[in-house]
């Protein structure tokens, strides 16, 4: 692998230990898959240090110690608590002021603590051909697709690739991994941003890690829509990439998505089809539940704006525990608009930095006994997102009810299971 003399520099230690190191796992990294040299970065979304996951706070304070520095603008991933507000969820406090930590060790290698997985709504905002990484599907998706930032689907090299500004050149950093190979053809209206979240998840299952380049929306998808459809396309496959010509840079037609090749297949999408995504989390015959929650991806200011609206002056049914999860920069900005007291004086609880799966509800990680934390019994959570749903079910273990927002909304405030297509 070709490395410049400021990269051999970094690899040698000559500019310290933690971008020795970072420099090591990266040239791994580029080793692994061929990458013939780095390319200097303009953005990392990186891990957060997880207060759930033994000794991963501690990992980012080792990074921290050793005068780790991010060289180029980052933003941090969800956490386990809501740092701030950790009431809101039951969580207990030793888990709080562990993710606590994790936020000063941030501070102090100069990444901005959002703790969310839609830095985007928070201004993290990569142009067209930024080289970038990012620990969270679908902030990778959602830069690829609908900033043509590139990145590919990472894990802790994130990190790394903040502190260096290098990321190995393979994947999604390469033309020629940005081409369509899937046709889908769109041939039922889409009603709601859950309704993309639906489409997405159905196609994902069938294209695997395809690039699906998307034809017949009725009209150009809303940034949450294309938000919500690409965490779904990155759950159920692993998609990194979609195409909506017009949309993703630089594509104008899907001539230009597909650049000559012949689509492997073409997938036509019925209203049958994303109906059969709600089905398929529909698996709580009594309507029972625990939770209604919005906010997967985290909530942007114009999401926040639709549920204030839909629960202005409205009170949650006595004894409903209603979530919204945004990020932190997102909530703030409600306050200061005052959309978050009408919220909550609905009785809804505006909870950031975490979400359903990443809090302490999850049963599949195995958190330091010391902590105190003990997973309540949930057996059925209402979601308006196909990607919360497949985890709430895998990472929870519980029943799922997905609907769209507008009636999660309603069935938080009657108290009754409202099935999508209840409000007009
Ligand atoms: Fe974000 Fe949690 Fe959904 S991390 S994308 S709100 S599952």
Redesign the pocket.
């Known amino acids: 692998m070709q490395l410049t003399a400021v990269e051999e520099g970094m690899l040698e230690g000559r500019e310290g230990p933690a971008k020795q190191r970072a420099m090591e796992g990266l040239v791994q990294l580029g080793r692994a898959f061929g990458a013939p040299r780095m390319v200097e970065i303009g953005y990392a979304h990186i891990h957060a240090g997880m207060a759930l996951y033994l000794e991963d706070v501690e990992l980012m304070e080792d990074l921290a110690a050793i005068d780790a520095r991010m060289a180029v603008p980052a933003s941090v991933n969800?956490a386990n608590a809501d740092v701030e507000n950790w009431k809101l969820t039951g969580a207990p406090e030793k888990l709080a002021k562990l993710q606590r930590r994790a936020a000063d060790a941030h501070h102090k290698m100069g990444s901005a603590c959002t703790f969310t997985?839609?830095p985007y709504w928070a201004g993290h905002w990569p142009t067209w051909n930024t080289h970038m990484t990012s620990i969270?599907s679908?902030v990778t998706i959602f830069c690829n697709s609908v900033l043509g930032a590139r990145s590919n689907r990472d894990g802790f090299f994130a990190v790394y690739a903040g502190m260096t500004g290098r990321y190995p050149l393979f994947g999604y950093h390469l033309d020629e991994n940005r081409r369509g190979t899937h046709r889908v053809r769109v041939a039922t209206p889409l009603e709601s941003v859950t309704d993309y979240s639906a489409l997405g998840f159905h196609v994902g299952r069938i294209v695997g890690e395809g690039v699906p380049v998307f034809e017949g929306f009725a009209q150009r998808p809303s940034l949450d829509a294309l938000d919500a459809m690409g965490?779904a396309l990155a759950t159920s496959g692993g998609v990194a990439l979609f195409i909506v010509p017009g949309v993703t840079p630089p594509y104008a037609t899907a001539e230009q998505a597909f650049a000559g090749r012949s689509p492997a297949e073409t997938i036509e999408v019925t209203r049958a089809d994303v109906d059969a995504v709600y089905g398929y989390f529909c698996t709580r015959g009594d309507g029972v539940f625990d939770i209604v929650h919005v906010?997967?991806?985290?909530a942007s200011f114009e999401e926040m704006k639709d549920y204030a609206a839909r629960l202005d002056g409205r009170r949650i049914f006595p004894g409903t525990e209603f979530w919204i999860?945004t990020s932190r920069a997102v909530r703030r900005m409600a306050e200061e608009a005052g959309l978050l007291r009408a919220l909550e004086a609905s009785g809804a609880k505006v909870i950031s930095d975490t979400?359903?799966?990443?809090c302490h509800f999850a049963r599949t990680v195995s958190p330091d006994p010391a902590l105190g934390v003990v997973p309540p019994p949930i057996r059925s959570v209402v979601v308006d997102?196909a990607?919360?749903a497949k985890?709430v079910r895998d990472m929870i273990r519980c029943d799922t009810l997905l609907t769209g927002t507008a009636e999660a909304i309603e069935t938080a405030l009657s108290g009754r299971f409202v099935a999508r297509g209840g409000v007009a």
């Open positions: 969800i997985c839609t969270e679908t965490a906010g997967c991806p985290h999860t979400c359903p799966i990443s997102s990607k919360q985890y």
